[in-house]
């Protein structure tokens, strides 16, 4: 999905202030914001995390990998010295 930026939706941060509470389009820059955030609630944020989680666990596999590696090849080494 594209961000609000690449659909041409600027986000006031004005939305919810007195500064535009005589604009006539005030309705729908609370609709914008409000499916903003619910984007980032629903989508943004928890894909982040998941990829996030996923590089962990690779990260954690890879240091796993590693080091059993490493000790196995320093086991074979030491069996013929």
């Known amino acids: 999905m594209a961000s609000c930026k690449a659909q041409g939706i600027f986000l006031s941060s004005d939305t919810y202030s007195g500064f535009v509470k005589d604009s006539s389009d005030k309705k729908q820059h609370q609709l914008e914001i409000e499916r903003a955030t619910k984007r980032l609630l ?40």
């Open 42 to 81: 629903e989508e943004v944020i928890p894909n982040y995390a998941k990829e996030l989680k996923d590089k962990l666990v690779n990260t954690e596999f890879m240091v796993y990998y590693l080091i059993t590696t490493s000790c196995l090849a320093f086991l074979c080494v030491s069996l013929f010295l």
